[in-house]
């Protein structure tokens, strides 16, 4: 749960700092921060991917499951899901007064934006499971470092909502860790490669649209972390028939 702290506490700060920044966060710094976050994204997505012993597994996991996801709109649902919450809760624009180019976003709005990109993503499954089960938080450390500093700037734009989102965070990152843990017995190093694989794969994904290189639906391939579970867990058929 270490980590899950930690990262909360990056996004804490990373608010009070975007907080009391206002204006003088430019346009260049912005662009700066997105592509370094982006090139970061890059790195660590082909290093998590290169994990993978069955590239087979890999690419029919990304393949299929990206037109599972395709097919069933996931990521389009999850923003929909988004939407629908902004429209439930939505509370009045709360921006600082100093910072009046800023986006008149609401509370409620902040909160919800700054939950979903940290909580939603591959990083954040990715992460929490190595940490339950390894012990090896270094994924989630990375992952506060760069919610931080996202954190600074979407409290430029949503306000003090976006620090809130610190509660989801701890809730769901820390609810996967100790999910993890108890299934720390039945988890193979071999399970273990292959998420990795398909995670890093959708981290580079997300390393290309912060870039801005090109348009990924990211959400989409969520279900394929899915089938190279079942993949892994047909292996012992499998192998035979793949050498």
Same mark, same amino acid.
Request: hydrophobic content about 55%.
């Given at each position: 749960?270490?980590?899950?702290?930690?990262?909360?506490?990056?996004?804490?700060?990373?608010?009070?700092?975007?907080?009391?920044?206002?204006?003088?966060?430019?346009?260049?710094?912005?662009?700066?921060?997105?592509?370094?976050?982006?090139?970061?994204?890059?790195?660590?997505?082909?290093?998590?991917?290169?994990?993978?012993?069955?590239?087979?597994?890999?690419?029919?996991?990304l393949v299929v499951g990206g037109l599972?996801?395709?097919?069933?709109?996931?990521?389009?649902?999850?923003?929909?899901?988004?939407?629908?919450?902004?429209?439930?809760?939505?509370?009045?624009?709360?921006?600082?007064?100093?910072?009046?180019?800023?986006? &008149?976003?609401?509370?409620?709005?902040? $909160? +919800?934006?700054?939950? #979903? /990109?940290?909580?939603?993503?591959? *990083? =954040?499954?990715?992460?929490?499971?190595?940490?339950?089960?390894?012990?090896?938080?270094?994924?989630?450390?990375?992952?506060?470092?760069?919610?931080?500093?996202?954190?600074?700037?979407?409290?430029?734009?949503y306000g003090i909502g976006v620090g809130?989102?610190?509660?989801?965070?701890?809730?769901?990152?820390?609810?996967?860790?100790?999910?993890?843990?108890?299934?720390?017995?039945?988890?193979?190093?071999?399970?273990?490669?292959?998420?990795?694989?398909?995670?890093?794969?959708?981290?580079?994904?997300?390393?290309?649209?912060?870039?801005?290189? &090109?348009?990924?639906?990211?959400?989409? $391939? +969520?279900?394929?972390? #899915? /089938?190279?579970?079942?993949?892994? *867990? =047909?292996?012992?058929?499998?192998?035979?028939?793949?050498?």
């Amino acid at each position: 749960m270490i980590a899950t702290i930690v990262n909360a506490l990056a996004v804490i700060v990373g608010t009070v700092i975007g907080r009391f920044s206002g204006q003088r966060i430019g346009a260049q710094f912005r662009h700066t921060v997105f592509s370094g976050i982006g090139v970061v994204s890059l790195l660590l997505g082909i290093s998590m991917a290169l994990q993978s012993q069955r590239t087979l597994y890999l690419v029919l996991s990304l393949v299929v499951g990206g037109l599972i996801g395709a097919a069933l709109r996931v990521e389009d649902r999850i923003y929909a899901f988004g939407e629908w919450l902004k429209a439930r809760f939505h509370v009045a624009g709360e921006v600082a007064d100093e910072n009046p180019s800023a986006e &008149r976003h609401g509370f409620a709005e902040g $909160f +919800l934006v700054a939950s #979903v /990109l940290f909580c939603v993503g591959a *990083l =954040a499954i990715i992460g929490s499971f190595q940490a339950g089960v390894e012990r090896d938080y270094s994924l989630l450390f990375t992952k506060s470092v760069m919610d931080g500093f996202m954190a600074i700037l979407l409290t430029t734009a949503y306000g003090i909502g976006v620090g809130f989102s610190a509660i989801p965070i701890l809730v769901y990152q820390g609810g996967l860790t100790l999910l993890a843990g108890i299934l720390a017995p039945f988890v193979s190093p071999l399970l273990l490669s292959e998420i990795s694989g398909v995670g890093g794969a959708m981290v580079v994904m997300i390393g290309i649209n912060l870039l801005e290189l &090109r348009t990924i639906k990211t959400g989409d $391939f +969520l279900p394929g972390i #899915v /089938l190279v579970v079942l993949f892994v *867990l =047909a292996d012992p058929f499998l192998g035979a028939l793949i050498g």
